[in-house]
């Protein structure tokens, strides 16, 4: 089949931007999307032109590096499904598709496709594990958890930090991803302990990356290739009002000295 | 010149030396542990658990990775399960069996002493990540579940569903984010290791390229640790991610440290087959679905074009289940692969080309239900139509062997340090506890065990005899390396010729598929000896890199991959070729018994082959470190 390709191609991180087209002939439905890119590219290494650059990886949909807008939806067409694991026969032959790095103030363009994603690791760093330094675990089996509380903190741990759910939020709001991390470790007997201060510093993180607000669209949720539920944020806003309010009362009690 | 190879096995029973060690090992006092200076290179399971570790105990650590986030090492990618012996099952499993099975597994070509401390420690591991909220799966009453993996008889792997690598790399991620924003961890992503700086025989440092703006630069250290993963892209088509590469091991190889055995890859049995030219890497179906599935070829050659449906229970062969009845569809690695490339060679294989095999789920289902397989393995259900366009549920999938893991890696002394001193590997880069075949959920085990408890206390021992100095980058072999590697750069794109990396990659991956994959011969690998050469020269001579040195180039970091790569391949058909026995994934046709297993000699080849480079167009060296078998007898592996 033969597609018609429009792509998002900027030199660098203050180069202006263009869409450029390319034509992509000899293409097979069970090729995955990004090797019907990679023969696009094949043929413009041959001719002395520089290559599409786009982050990839693992190919398998678990690494979170790939990420583009395909036809202005986020990894594409197809529902629970990263860029790298949609397939040609998803497209029809003479289709156009035009493909463009996700769009945020907080992810700025490094080059093409490739945007940088590092205010996704601050917000981790800001409160998004348990510290739990090496050696000090208990027995494994010393805590029973039950089994719908792991499941569910399975759930939303499965998120991959691609990106995605910010590329499709009207307002680039990271909120999905944070309160995946949030629901993932709040879900845990082990998150309890930094349970609030995790959320006070994730959430404010969050505002200081230049990520917009939530005003629940949703679009975060179809976007999303791991299926995160959207419910993951109210109980983000939850544990962000709880931890708000008894923040206050304990600076009250403990003063300023 | 040959390296003395020491291996600094502690004296004492197998099951009190790493205690003992612990003990004798000199320690660094505490306030004196931010004076040092230690680079990690690498944020998978083995460089991020060793990153956190390490800043916990109070040392300055700077940690690398090529991705644009630590949490995308390939480590993600694992799906299955990761071993312990914490028999929670009550089926008789142990320190001991899992010791056992490992040295088994591995076809007696791993250290005893290694493979004992890493069975002991693995129980740690397990209790470490679930104290950092690692979600495993649970029973209904709230207790860790496991299952079953290939090459053991009891079940030991414990899982989160079929993302456990995920899982647990994001437990030493956000365990390593953590050490950042406490300021003991540097984090540099998109940064590519190319080169290590030795000073008065020590690894002092290493040369780095910026990805995004292409800037060299040079970093000290008092220590250097690599966890940059396994090379079975050298085979091009392989189950790992796109970027693993050998670059950074291979470099320290040309500085000095021994590479042990580079022959010994693993060829995984259950992958998606090929599907076109254009496949640009195999997908792993993981092992756990042999603990459910059935693995089945047609009795006879005219049934392959048949549906599966249409061929009779009688007419399908289990031939797992056939030759090997004890252990059946849970046959180790090695053993599975090998079976199922010789019914596809007797003519009997499905799918395109006749290159696949079948893994079929309806007795499973009919006997659990579909919910039940579903639970156990939705996603990898899932993953497998979306890329086959075949509903898993309903017909058997179809599966056939790939190039998946390297056991081969730097060797390491039981310190993990490798012939450079102060140059230590871990998981997957080093050749580590797996001899001659990995068994399933045990490179989970090794690169954690490695990074959160072994590195940790024994480079302790080292950094105790290494005094902290002023040395800087300006020292002249910092320099040296610096412009070591930017000529390289600049001759690599200076070559203006026609054809992409891609492309080599590819011609090389196939020769080393064909000629040093799941079967190997003497002619096959000398004709491969031949063509590599070749190959390279032609590589030199016509490799395309458009753009410049100076910005994100995609193109320039692939044939700088691809040009290591075209070297390395050229050792491990040299290893492959001096190693005249068959054992684990190493399989020597002229060495098999009348029925096709493997003939190991323990005669003459009971030892690790320590490759030591001597210079560009020489032959390497080989240094041999001799194995003994104090406490496991030495016998034919069987799992009939
Ligand atoms: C599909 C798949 C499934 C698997 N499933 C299982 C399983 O179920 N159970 C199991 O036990 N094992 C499994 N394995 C094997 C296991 O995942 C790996 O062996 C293990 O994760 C390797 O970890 P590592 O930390 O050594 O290296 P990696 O995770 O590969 O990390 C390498 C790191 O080094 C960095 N790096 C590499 N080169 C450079 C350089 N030159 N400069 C800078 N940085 C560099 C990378 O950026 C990365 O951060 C699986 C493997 C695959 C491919
Ligand atoms: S490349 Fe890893 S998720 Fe797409």
Avoid at chain 1, 158 to 164: N, P, S, T, V
Avoid at chain 2, 138 to 159: H, K
Avoid at chain 2, 369 to 389: K, P
Avoid at chain 2, 612 to 640: C, Q
Wanted: glycine share 10%; with cysteine; hydrophobic share 40%.
């Amino acid at each position: 089949m033969k597609v018609v390709l429009h792509v998002w191609r900027q030199a660098g991180p203050s180069a202006a931007g263009s869409l450029v087209d390319y034509e992509a002939n000899d293409i097979s439905p069970e090729m995955s999307f990004l090797e019907m890119l990679d023969v696009v590219n094949e043929r413009l290494i041959v001719r002395g032109e520089v290559p599409i650059a786009f982050d990839h990886d693992c190919r398998e949909g678990i690494c979170g590096s790939c990420g583009m807008m395909i036809n202005g939806a986020a990894h594409g067409p197809m529902k629970l499904t990263t860029a790298c694991q949609l397939h040609m026969r998803s497209f029809k032959d003479g289709d156009e598709i035009w493909i463009e790095p996700w769009r945020a103030k907080a992810f700025p363009v490094i080059k093409d496709l490739v945007v940088d994603r590092g205010a996704f690791d601050r917000i981790i760093q800001a409160g998004g594990f348990v510290s739990a330094p090496t050696g000090s675990a208990q027995d494994g089996n010393a805590i029973p958890i039950a089994k719908q509380a792991a499941d569910e903190a399975m759930d939303a741990a499965a998120c991959i930090g691609c990106g995605a759910c910010v590329a499709a939020c009207p307002n680039a709001s990271a909120s999905l991803f944070t309160a995946a991390k949030i629901t993932h470790l709040g879900d845990l007997p082990q998150g309890q302990p930094e349970r609030m201060r995790r959320a006070l510093a994730m959430v404010h993180q969050m505002d200081i990356e230049t990520f917009g607000s939530c005003t629940l669209f949703g679009e975060c949720q179809e976007a999303c290739p791991k299926g995160i539920s959207i419910d993951t944020i109210a109980r983000m806003n939850w544990d962000y009002l709880f931890a708000a309010a008894t923040e206050r009362q304990g600076a009250e009690v403990g003063g300023t000295g | 010149m040959t390296i003395k190879l020491d291996a600094r096995i502690p004296a004492g029973p197998l099951a009190e030396k790493w205690d003992k060690h612990r003990f004798e090992m000199k320690l660094v006092n505490p306030a004196n542990k931010r004076k040092y200076h230690v680079i990690v290179v690498g944020s998978g399971l083995a460089g991020a658990s060793a990153s956190a570790s390490l800043s916990e105990l109070g040392y300055r650590v700077s940690c690398f990775c090529f991705q644009d986030s630590p949490r995308r090492a390939h480590s993600i990618a694992a799906q299955g399960g990761i071993n312990a012996a914490k028999n929670y099952q009550n089926d008789g499993d142990s320190v001991w069996r899992l010791f056992y099975d490992t040295v088994k597994g591995g076809d007696f070509r791993a250290r005893e002493a290694n493979v004992y401390r890493l069975a002991q420690v693995s129980v740690n591991i397990i209790d470490q990540c679930v104290a950092q909220g690692v979600p495993f799966a649970r029973e209904y009453g709230g207790l860790l579940a496991t299952r079953s993996f290939g090459g053991a008889q009891v079940s030991r792997s414990f899982y989160a569903r079929g993302q456990t690598g995920q899982q647990l790399l994001l437990g030493a991620y956000q365990a390593l984010e953590k050490e950042i924003v406490r300021g003991s961890v540097t984090m540099y992503e998109r940064h590519e290791m190319l080169d290590v700086v030795i000073v008065d025989g020590r690894a002092r440092g290493i040369i780095t390229r910026d990805l995004v703006t292409g800037e060299v630069a040079a970093h000290v250290a008092d220590s250097v640790v690599l966890g940059t993963g396994g090379y079975a892209n050298v085979f091009y088509l392989s189950t790992n991610a796109k970027g693993c590469n050998v670059t950074a091991t291979y470099r320290a190889y040309k500085k000095g440290a021994a590479f042990g055995n580079p022959c010994f890859t693993q060829i995984h049995p259950t992958c998606i087959p090929v599907a076109g030219e254009h496949q640009s890497k195999l997908t792993l179906m993981s092992e756990s679905l042999r603990n459910d599935g059935r693995v089945w070829v047609p009795k006879k050659k005219e049934d392959c074009g048949k549906k599966p449906g249409e061929i009779a229970e009688q007419d399908r062969d289990y031939y797992l289940e056939r030759k090997y009845p004890s252990f059946g569809n849970l046959s180790p690695r090695d053993i599975a692969s090998r079976a199922a490339k010789e019914v596809c060679d007797e003519g009997r294989g499905v799918g395109p080309g006749g290159r696949g095999v079948y893994l079929d789920f309806a007795d499973p289902i009919a006997r659990l239900g579909e919910q039940t397989i579903r639970e156990r393995y939705g996603n990898l259900f899932e993953m497998y139509q979306r890329i086959t366009d075949e509903d898993p549920y309903k017909q058997p999938m179809r599966i056939y062997p790939a190039a998946h893991y390297a056991m081969g890696g730097l060797w390491v002394d039981y310190n993990l340090m490798s012939t450079i001193p102060g140059l230590h590997v871990v998981g997957e880069a080093n050749f580590s506890d797996h001899g001659a075949n990995r068994l399933g959920a045990s490179a989970l085990m090794q690169g954690l065990a490695d990074g959160y408890f072994v590195l940790p206390a024994t480079i302790g021992d080292y950094l105790a005899t290494a005094k902290p100095d002023t040395l800087t980058a300006d020292h002249p072999a910092f320099r040296e390396a610096l412009d070591g590697v930017q000529a390289r750069t600049a001759r690599l794109l200076a070559v203006g010729g026609k054809r992409s990396a891609d492309s080599f990659h590819k011609e090389l991956g196939h020769i080393m598929w064909e000629k040093c994959g799941m079967a190997r011969n003497a002619a096959g690998l000398r004709q491969a000896l031949e063509a590599i050469p070749k190959l390279r020269e032609e590589f030199w001579r016509d490799i395309a890199i458009p753009g410049t040195g100076a910005e994100l180039n995609q193109s320039l970091e692939k044939a700088g991959r691809v040009a290591d790569f075209l070297e390395f391949a050229e050792l491990v058909c040299t290893d492959a070729l001096h190693r005249e026995e068959s054992c684990g994934g190493h399989f020597r046709e002229e060495h098999q018994t009348a029925d096709g297993e493997a003939k190991r000699d323990d005669a003459n080849f009971a030892y690790v082959a320590a490759w030591e480079y001597a210079g560009d167009g020489r032959a390497p060296v080989l240094n041999k470190e001799p194995l003994e078998f104090e406490n496991i007898h030495l016998s034919t592996r069987s799992y009939k």
